[in-house]
């Protein structure tokens, strides 16, 4: 019994040193960050200075070559680039768009979704029919819908409190519209922009085809735009829609992921990856999407050699090509991780915004997860509460069939979709602080994960 | 045995059945908030149509006339103004400054503090003690400041999470440095701005002259203007520094707190105040300080209204007058509150910005703060994660001396002190949806309250 009692007294002091020891390491990486950050630079560059990145663009070969060689000043222990063929399509001329009122004409702000098909070289023209879902479009008769466009206008749903779920429930439109209207004759498809705020931004984004339905233009309106387009075919029916898109699709293009890595003292062979994704809509100088996440990533490993913490396993920022419209890279990523049979025990991706922390989505086992509970008060000092099961990221999600435990860094979401795929969303909209403690909060993750394993 | 395991059955399912009632209403809150909310549109016809409302000036008279009008508008059950006297310090004509190295004249952008006495009107020049404590002023010799204008430069610790501490730690320098300096023979103190950005806006606020020490001019600079300065002083001590302020305070004028409220069904002598102060600094339109906690404030007695949900206990909206520079309608409201013996049992501010709510902080008793908690898994599933001990808010302070318990609405504080004090704190850099998810915060607080009382 006694025995016991001291092993029980040993096990409670070991753990409670080691939770201090862990205290004052975060403590660490949060005064770094708060006071030597050099992310917010960085994001300036990328987002000033490169700018637009889509994939197989000039921007995103710029944005290539730049992060190799910043994560090489920073003296990590390898940087490689890693081929990757993605996806090639390009927007051509602005779009041109307007409501047809019996004689009034007004001009709309829309933009093509990534992968569309332009419209005929003197665009579209045609009467409107407008859903708010996919169900009440399926009820339509063919004869309806048959020459029209579809106007596919269903809101954001304001009072999900977590802006990512009201997306989650409206981006289908984006996503399948097209396909849901050519089934049924359409000519073209208007898509209400996803954003729960009023602007005269169309929010693109990615759209796919089924395979076996016609291939119709369709392009984002801004939510002003919208809502002017659903008044006035409330008052009248017969107004019509126009618009002109001169999009096309090349060939694919190669292009890279981006790694920097920290090579473990103790088990070099255990990968835990911090990234984001490198591309960004052609429209956006792709500040908080995801540029942050970019520079966050490289800044957790830069802070921890700044602070000398030697990782016991190998630590790699990833930035990953082409979420925006294939995943191409989060997949060749994944892939070539199987082929080499690497173990990644960890993957952490913040691809929600540069804003102020809330937590971590954790995409594992329950065994998993639990042992990520004792961290919580490690954590909770810093705003981070959100700890449990959530998403992951995009790019990493492949990596969760080789056994990977995810974790999706959650920062605060009212913000996100005010500036999400538009030309506003730009490094002035980036708090340096929100960034610094984002990056700070990956870094604390990071060792944690390192230091116990998983 | 038996009786005993029964009764506490039923005790147990009446607590589940309640706080399932209190979840269903709390979201209904949250619902009401961000479908219907009017809160931002209030904020912007305060903010734009009327605009700085410094104690004492006509934009105050005019929020005075608008608030009481809108609340009446509203139907609450009265609608009243409470008399109180405010200082009435004014800027006068636009500041100048200048640093003057060796020929080299740069001007930078001062700002003088509230309640400062003017320049001589042909300014003042002087040389330069760059300072960076109060103890390490104390420490130098009079003759060394004597005729000298004192620098205070000690910048927020940017190391602090929470924003508030790194303003606590460093905003003695704005309130008392011109004493300190003045009890030295200074003739002047210029204090670097109370944020953490490199920005190019003077960052105002209130200061104090200690009776008995020569009232000596003070006026706030700019973070980069302060950087210059510091640089220039550290190339050439000689360096001196030019200002001229025009700003007097004129005799106490008649002012209001403008009180709206509901009356309780069953209790209608104990009180629940929620309240922002209406005063803005005069080159601010005083969007996150405080207009957003005015139009959140009236917010929760309209959303309670628009539920149909009748308070037991008298709910009342305070808009109170003068926080900035005199606190005078704090102060005053508590008189009155004391001398008619009203019964105020809890009091909710928000003046802590119309940022993303993180939580409240409460001012009570440690058995008040234990009623509160059973309250947090009901709050949470909002971000409302940072419950417990804090501050109230400066206007309910005056409150505590009757036994009422304070709450602080707690938004996260990573952006205030960007905008704080200046010309840049205007309704662009609130979001609609942040301001609208803390007034129903404040509203779900405020129902906790009335329904189980404290």
Redesign the interface.
């Known amino acids: 019994m006694k025995k016991t009692i001291t092993l029980l007294l040993i096990l409670v002091v070991h753990y409670v040193q080691a939770q201090y020891t862990d205290s004052v390491t975060i403590r660490k990486i949060?005064?770094e960050a708060?006071?030597n950050g050099k992310s917010y630079e960085w994001l300036r560059h990328l987002t000033k200075k490169i700018g637009p990145r889509l994939s197989g663009s000039a921007g995103a070969q710029k944005a290539v070559d730049w992060t190799k060689q910043l994560m090489e000043q920073q003296g990590f222990d390898r940087v490689y680039l890693q081929d990757v063929m993605v996806p090639h399509w390009v927007r051509g001329a602005k779009e041109e768009a307007y409501i047809l009122n019996g004689k009034k004409k007004t001009v709309v702000p829309i933009a093509a979704l990534g992968g569309s098909v332009a419209t005929p070289p003197k665009g579209i023209g045609a009467g409107v029919i407008e859903v708010k879902s996919f169900a009440e479009l399926r009820a339509m008769s063919p004869d309806k819908v048959k020459g029209k466009i579809v106007f596919f206008n269903r809101p954001m749903d304001?009072?999900k409190?977590n802006?990512f779920e009201a997306y989650a429930g409206a981006v289908e439109q984006r996503a399948n519209g097209a396909t849901e209207a050519a089934r049924l004759g359409a000519v073209g498809a208007i898509i209400r922009s996803m954003t729960?705020?009023h602007d005269d931004y169309p929010h693109v984004g990615g759209m796919r085809y089924a395979t076996g339905v016609p291939l119709i233009p369709t392009a984002a309106i801004s939510t002003n735009g919208a809502d002017l387009l659903s008044k006035t075919l409330a008052e009248n029916p017969n107004a019509t829609f126009f618009f002109k898109q001169n999009c096309e699709t090349l060939p694919d293009a190669k292009s890279y992921n981006v790694v920097g890595e920290i090579r473990g003292s103790e088990k070099p062979d255990e990968i835990i990856v911090v990234g984001g994704h490198l591309d960004s809509w052609d429209l956006a100088e792709g500040a908080h999407d995801d540029g942050a996440g970019c520079v966050q990533s490289i800044e957790v490993l830069r802070i921890l050699k700044a602070l000398g913490i030697k990782p016991k396993r190998t630590i790699r920022a990833v930035m990953f090509m082409n979420e925006e419209n294939g995943l191409k890279g989060g997949i060749q990523y994944a892939d070539v991780a199987k082929k080499n049979n690497e173990k990644h025990i960890a993957a952490v991706e913040s691809d929600n915004g540069g804003f102020?922390p809330?937590g971590f989505g954790i995409v594992g086992t329950p065994e998993q997860r639990a042992k990520v509970i004792p961290w919580k008060p490690l954590l909770?000092?810093?705003?981070l509460?959100?700890i449990g099961p959530g998403s992951g990221g995009a790019d990493i999600g492949p990596l969760a069939q080789l056994g990977t435990v995810l974790f999706g860094f959650k920062p605060?979401s009212?913000?996100y979709f005010?500036y999400h795929h538009t030309m506003v969303d730009t490094f002035e909209t980036v708090?340096?602080?929100?960034l610094e403690?984002g990056g700070a909060s990956m870094a604390a993750l990071v060792y944690l994960l390192d230091k116990n394993g998983l």
Chains 1, 2 share one sequence.
């Open positions: 949060y005064d708060l006071s304001p009072t409190i802006t729960n705020v102020t809330r909770a000092p810093y705003g509460h959100e605060d009212q913000r005010d708090s340096q602080r929100e403690l």
